[in-house]
């Protein structure tokens, strides 16, 4: 379990490298939405999307010697981009390990950053990172299944009570548990009446049937057009803490999360990727019971999608 | 020429219906722009766009019976939007005289509020409302050449100067100088030393040419893909207060202005129309002088693009 002291620790490491991402009061989406609207926007965050807080948080913990040898990580994209971005930072080098499936966006930005790419199948991609590090003696940051990064990814739950303490709800993507494991542990610490609500891939409920069934289960590999959103199965570390603080978990049809992503960007004139959408989603599905006079908060986690990427968008219906 | 007190009054008469847009910090947009860059996010503007603060403003000032006899306006969109929308919320009707080039997505949501809509060349709109309005006996609201209407968009520049007192420069986009006008207007009377800056079309100098000649000057029709910028000369009544507060007006190509729009997507996740970003080609295109410290605010005046015209983004080179 992480503690609300190591989420505030990690705040103090990392906070000078970060950026303090606006909450923005969404009103053109109430409607739609039958509650009142705010966004956490980290796709603002340097490097478009929340992970390089957990990336940041973990590299500045290691000695300036582990450092030297090189960080390497495995990454469906935005947590990679952290990680090359956090070397280049710190003066060390980057090896990020991508599915073949990643958006070109996100390996171009990541490359752009000068770590070094390296692709394979998606299933195989933590044993590749794996057998890289070996190899380099380099240290493996892993997406989410770490103290370190959890506490890291919490920073924003920190900064969403302090800049609206008056929240009601937040409702967060959930892939390995590491976004929404630290940002509940750090809200409901501070904030014990906010309700804390999970969004994940219908493809890969692996928090759904994990929390039902009371222990970490592995779900079959399914496509989702959620490419963010891509484990298997709850990071060992981020279960306990997921099921302690949030309150439910739900798993959404791509179709939604894809209705989400065009009413953010149409009516909120918001851009993020569809895997950040998937709470908004939830909501238009009927997923999760929000009212209106309550005060829902949306963590729009990442924002790296290819304007090639939108034309997806011209066929959904609202 | 129009006052702070009448802008003051026009915050006053409007304040209920409208929202205070965010001024949010663009972090990620500053090594692109050589300066510390910020936004006001008019695009998240009820309707879509600033307009609907002037079109209120009129329409408030209206005695119960010119209300009853109906709102007409001439609009290549978001004024016909704004129009549409105070109509409706104050029980009359609403006619609106769009040119046949107005996007789709434009026409679709002012006949969704209600709003007749009569399309007919670009060059005639004018005279097509006046000829409706004789008509029906109903109230023309000009799209910019009426002090109300100034004094209601200039309320966006009140807020502007409360929400960033400590802002260097703020740059808008200009047509007929209704925005303009009424935004330098409040700026200067309340933080003198502020520079405000304008950016049109080359396509359409109107502006640029009318300083230079100290008077309103007539520039030709020609093609340009700022389709909410496509006033041929000043409002009369707007000139005098462009020439009073504004420091610079400069003519900025199209390229630029789809180069701001693309970077502002892709790089800031803020999804603005054409016309809206072209103060940030305008700096692009090295055509106003920036400093690294300095803090510019980009008037973001609205967000009406649809998913299809994103599109042409995908070849724009930033």
Same mark, same amino acid.
């Given at each position: 379990?992480?503690?609300?002291?190591?989420?505030?620790?990690?705040?103090?490491?990392?906070?000078?490298?970060?950026?303090?991402? %606006?909450?923005?009061?969404?009103?053109?989406?109430?409607?739609?939405?039958?509650?009142?609207?705010?966004?956490?926007?980290?796709?603002?965050?340097?490097?478009?999307?929340?992970?390089?807080?957990?990336?940041?948080?973990?590299?500045?913990?290691?000695?300036?010697?582990?450092?030297?040898?090189?960080?390497?990580?495995?990454?469906?994209?935005?947590?990679?981009?952290?990680?090359?971005?956090?070397?280049?930072?710190?003066?060390?080098?980057?090896?990020?390990?991508?599915?073949?499936?990643?958006?070109?966006?996100?390996?171009?930005?990541?490359?752009?950053?000068?770590?070094?790419?390296?692709?394979?199948?998606?299933?195989?991609?933590?044993?590749?990172?794996?057998?890289?590090?070996?190899?380099?003696?380099?240290?493996?940051?892993? %997406?989410?299944?770490?103290? #370190?990064?959890?506490?890291?990814?919490?920073?924003?739950?920190?900064?969403?009570?302090?800049?609206?303490?008056?929240?009601?709800?937040?409702?967060?993507?959930?892939?390995?548990?590491?976004?929404?494991?630290?940002?509940?542990?750090?809200?409901?610490?501070?904030?014990?009446?906010?309700?804390?609500?999970?969004?994940?891939?219908?493809?890969?409920?692996?928090?759904?049937?994990?929390?039902?069934?009371?222990?970490?289960?592995?779900?079959?590999?399914?496509?989702?057009?959620?490419?963010?959103?891509?484990?298997?199965? %709850?990071?060992?570390?981020? #279960?306990?803490?997921?099921?302690?603080?949030?309150?439910?978990?739900?798993?959404?049809?791509?179709? #939604?999360?894809?209705?989400?992503?065009?009413?953010?960007?149409?009516?909120?004139?918001?851009?993020?990727?569809?895997?950040?959408?998937?709470?908004?989603?939830?909501?238009?599905?009927?997923?999760? %019971?929000?009212?209106?006079?309550?005060?829902?908060?949306?963590?729009?986690?990442?924002?790296?999608?290819?304007?090639?990427?939108?034309?997806?968008?011209?066929?959904?219906?609202?």
């Amino acid at each position: 379990m992480i503690s609300i002291q190591e989420i505030r620790q990690a705040r103090e490491r990392i906070q000078s490298y970060i950026v303090q991402t %606006p909450v923005l009061r969404m009103h053109t989406l109430d409607h739609y939405l039958n509650c009142e609207v705010y966004i956490k926007a980290e796709n603002m965050q340097v490097t478009g999307a929340f992970k390089l807080r957990g990336a940041l948080n973990r590299a500045l913990s290691l000695s300036r010697e582990e450092l030297e040898r090189g960080l390497v990580c495995a990454s469906s994209g935005n947590h990679g981009r952290g990680i090359a971005y956090a070397a280049k930072l710190l003066g060390t080098k980057a090896t990020v390990v991508m599915p073949n499936t990643a958006p070109a966006v996100k390996v171009q930005a990541i490359r752009a950053l000068g770590a070094e790419v390296v692709q394979c199948e998606a299933s195989e991609r933590f044993q590749v990172a794996e057998r890289i590090c070996e190899a380099q003696g380099a240290t493996l940051i892993p %997406p989410y299944n770490d103290e #370190f990064v959890m506490a890291g990814q919490g920073t924003a739950g920190l900064e969403l009570g302090e800049q609206l303490p008056e929240v009601n709800t937040v409702i967060l993507p959930v892939s390995g548990g590491g976004l929404i494991g630290g940002v509940s542990a750090a809200l409901k610490e501070t904030l014990p009446a906010v309700r804390v609500y999970g969004a994940e891939p219908a493809a890969l409920p692996r928090y759904s049937q994990s929390l039902a069934a009371g222990e970490p289960t592995q779900v079959p590999y399914q496509q989702t057009l959620a490419d963010a959103l891509v484990s298997q199965q %709850p990071g060992s570390k981020c #279960f306990p803490v997921v099921r302690t603080y949030v309150d439910r978990v739900v798993p959404v049809s791509d179709e #939604f999360m894809l209705k989400g992503m065009k009413l953010l960007l149409t009516e909120g004139k918001i851009l993020a990727e569809p895997s950040s959408c998937i709470g908004i989603g939830a909501v238009l599905q009927g997923l999760l %019971p929000v009212d209106r006079a309550e005060k829902v908060c949306f963590v729009i986690s990442g924002g790296s999608v290819g304007i090639s990427q939108l034309a997806m968008l011209e066929e959904v219906v609202l």
